[in-house]
């Protein structure tokens, strides 16, 4: 089973600032098979970025996603009010299919 | 756009089965797609149920995978999660939603279900 592992657990910013979000898998993965979502408090998951680096219908370029193998990220380039939220990465494979990181909660500074 | 709807009871004794539908509209679950429950808990976060196709059947979380049955009513165009034998920690929000391109493009907006002693 493939292990995401998200880094940092909080991030601590401002709005305009750019914020960086990390996922590490434990082993390789094609980049097909991953993605990002965003959950706002009270609301469901909302896809933002699958294949690492295609966005969702209606997701603003203000977010992108990168990485290859082991190592991806999510980059929100100038944060606005609304992007203060948790962040889950996802993987596709395996027996379990899809498994998802623990989640990095973006917060206001 | 495809909107899901979750149902069911929100309360659910430990030992018997909790049982959840989930109403499809703007699109049909006949289609060539596949179809998910996710839950999250505070204790597990994200966890990932099972999966529906019209055609090629279901695909379960292993860990699951013995209490778990996904099925499906094309006349209602809705599916249905069943989960036998429930325990404390099967209390969750539980999510349907439609599976895309190795993701999950199209969430419910989930129910909470706590199971009770």
């Known amino acids: 089973e493939i292990v995401l592992t998200q880094s940092p657990g909080t991030l601590s910013l401002s709005p305009g600032e750019r914020a960086t979000l990390s996922c590490r898998a434990s082993?390789?993965?094609?980049?097909?098979?991953l993605a990002w979502y965003q959950q706002r408090p009270g609301q469901a998951p909302r896809l933002l970025i699958y294949?690492?680096?295609s966005r969702a219908t209606g997701i603003p370029d203000r977010f992108s996603g990168s990485g290859s193998g082991t190592d991806f990220t999510l980059t929100i380039s100038r944060l606005e009010p609304d992007d203060f939220a948790v962040y889950y990465c996802?993987?596709?494979?395996?027996?379990?299919?899809?498994?998802f990181g623990q989640g990095t909660r973006l917060e206001i500074k | 756009q495809v909107q899901l709807q979750e149902s069911g009871p929100g309360l659910v004794k430990s030992s018997e089965t909790l049982s959840l539908t989930c109403a499809v509209s703007g699109g049909s679950i006949t289609n060539d797609n596949w179809w998910s429950w996710v839950r999250q808990s505070p204790g597990k976060g994200l966890e990932w149920i099972g999966e529906?196709?019209?055609?090629?059947?279901?695909n379960y979380n292993p860990s699951l995978k013995s209490r778990v049955t996904i099925s499906q009513d094309k006349s209602k165009n809705q599916f249905s999660l069943k989960l036998d034998s429930v325990t404390a920690a099967d209390t969750a929000v539980y999510y349907c939603?439609?599976?895309?391109?190795?993701?999950?493009?199209?969430w419910g907006r989930g129910t909470l279900v706590t199971v009770s002693s």
């Open positions: 082993q390789s993965l094609a980049n097909k098979y």
């Open positions: 294949g690492a680096s």
């Open positions: 996802q993987q596709y494979g395996g027996s379990l299919l899809y498994t």
């Open positions: 529906i196709h019209p055609i090629r059947g279901t």
């Open positions: 939603t439609k599976n895309a391109a190795w993701c999950l493009d199209y």
